[in-house]
């Protein structure tokens, strides 16, 4: 029988090997988990509504980035402590300044937000911050925050006196389409309310120093009578609000962050930035309301707005505004007077201000400029034409003749009356009209006018009875009627301001004139 030979081995036996495989794959695994492990912070919040811990994620830019891994209330029970972990690549993001904030639904009249996480949930949003100082603790915002002025495009101020029901977020729209948005409302100390708003950068261009952007309340309403008209914005401004834009031409790029612009009441307040302001003064029974038209020659030139009782009240004060190619107009003699609605038995007149209401109209005169007016109750008693021929006639009564009465030639009007007055001795009535310009050449030095207003009986009971009548509307309306006589009879052309007789009836003779005149 043989005897075992023994032998002592050098080195590790193979049975460790597995073991230490192991221990390296466990160790590697472990290095691993620390390497790609994320970054516990603590985010401050006011309530967790919404919120679960293991699913509520922290987005930056649509990603997520980190977990909320739990809760602590803090020791005074007034806010609650969010446990957060983060990725890895997200440490030199979080600075002192990083912001956090969590997107809640919120649907309200002036406001509509987060309506994704009506199916993914509330969540973290995060604003990385560009301090150098690191941080892991941070408080939650209670609201978005302004958009920074890093964002890409054009960054504006605006300011009003008004009341800004916007809200951060809410549309800038051009010519309807939507080119930017609001980033914050804040009240300035001395009232007015600063309004910041980001153009997006391919729109840019729409904006010069002359843009001029107004409040859009989404629902546009114009009610003057007989034109009314109803103007709808896109459903989101009508729900949030937004502000529009005009950009009249000749303006100068806009390049400078700083720049800050007037933000007007509404889109006609905006249209008439450049308004000429004047100041009214008229009697307290004046009938106008804020809006009332100031026109010339049938034209609108300008509107009355912020009608006052005087301090004395016994006189009414108000602004208005005039287009700027109307400044030629206010003089110092220019003369306003009220139009409204009269009927009585001298005068029926301006019925089309039963349903458009009351205006004011003015005459331009030709002294020195001014910016204060009195609008008298009455048009002027010698409204004297630019254009046309103005004759002034005397008679003994008025009757029946007043303002804007018709001059007829051969039963065609052909002229109207501008005013009337006492003469200076108060023993006759000058009558003062136009004769329009196509008509001038009928009016001559030997012509003769007359009262053709009602009708005239001539006859007895022994006698024919005849009655004559210049015409339905004269004898309705009331006139004044002439007639030239006929070759070298009619005399020369006459100039402005020429006095004739108004004689009370017409001659037979007169009647029969027909004298061949160039029109």
């Not at 309200?108 to 301090?131: A, C, H, K």
């Not at 546009?220 to 007989?226: I, S």
């Not at 003769?448 to 022994?462: E, Q, T, Y």
């Not at 009655?467 to 070298?488: D, H, Q, R, V």
């Amino acid at each position: 029988m043989e005897t075992p030979i023994i032998k002592n081995r050098n080195g590790i036996s193979p049975v460790w090997i597995l073991p230490l495989v192991a221990i390296l794959i466990g160790g590697y695994l472990v290095y691993k988990d620390i390497q790609e492990s994320g970054i516990i912070i603590n985010v401050l919040i006011k309530d967790a509504n919404g919120l679960t811990a293991g699913k509520t994620k922290v987005m930056y830019k649509g990603l997520p980035v980190g977990t909320l891994k739990g809760f602590s209330v803090s020791p005074d029970l007034q806010h609650i402590n969010a446990e957060i972990e983060m990725v890895k690549q997200a440490k030199k993001r979080l600075t002192k300044d990083t912001l956090f904030w969590v997107v809640r639904p919120e649907i309200s009249m002036n406001r509509i937000t987060g309506l994704d996480t009506l199916v993914t949930g509330s969540y973290f949003e995060i604003q990385p911050g560009n301090s150098s100082e690191h941080s892991v603790s941070f408080a939650a915002l209670t609201e978005p925050p302004p958009i920074s002025n890093r964002v890409p495009g054009l960054h504006l101020t605006l300011e009003t006196d008004q009341a800004v029901s916007l809200e951060t977020g809410s549309p800038v729209y051009y010519k309807m389409i939507q080119v930017g948005e609001i980033v914050s409302n804040s009240l300035k100390q001395n009232g007015k309310i600063k309004t910041k708003l980001l153009i997006y950068p391919k729109y840019v261009g729409h904006v010069s120093s002359l843009s001029r952007f107004y409040m859009s309340s989404g629902v546009h309403l114009q009610a003057n009578l007989p034109n009314v008209s109803l103007h709808l914005d896109p459903i989101k401004t009508i729900l949030q609000g937004g502000i529009s834009f005009i950009t009249p031409e000749g303006g100068k790029e806009i390049r400078d962050n700083k720049t800050v612009l007037k933000l007007y009441k509404s889109e006609s307040h905006a249209r008439r930035a450049d308004d000429i302001p004047i100041r009214l003064s008229f009697s307290v029974d004046h009938g106008l309301e804020s809006g009332a038209k100031i026109r010339y020659n049938g034209i609108d030139i300008g509107f009355v707005n912020d009608i006052k009782l005087s301090q004395d009240m016994k006189t009414v004060n108000a602004k208005a505004f005039i287009t700027p190619g109307m400044k030629g107009l206010l003089t110092e003699d220019a003369y306003l007077w009220l139009v409204n609605a009269k009927f009585d038995a001298h005068e029926i007149s301006n019925l089309s201000t039963l349903v458009k209401g009351s205006y004011i109209n003015i005459i331009p005169g030709k002294g020195k400029g001014s910016r204060e007016f009195t609008v008298h109750d009455t048009h002027p008693v010698n409204m004297t034409k630019l254009t046309g021929l103005n004759l002034v006639l005397e008679t003994s009564r008025l009757g029946s003749l007043g303002y804007n009465k018709p001059v007829y030639y051969r039963q065609v009007q052909v002229g109207h009356t501008t005013g009337y007055e006492l003469s200076p001795t108060g023993q006759n009535v000058l009558i003062y009209l136009n004769i329009h310009d196509n008509f001038v050449n009928l009016v001559r030095e030997n012509t003769k006018f007359w009262n053709s207003s009602g009708f005239r009986i001539k006859g007895g009971l022994m006698t024919e009875m005849q009655i004559y009548t210049e015409s339905l509307a004269a004898m309705i309306n009331g006139g004044i009627s002439f007639a030239t006589p006929n070759k070298e009879e009619m005399g020369n052309r006459v100039s402005n301001g020429k006095h004739f007789t108004l004689h009370r009836e017409p001659d037979e003779d007169w009647l029969t004139w027909s004298p061949s005149l160039t029109l």
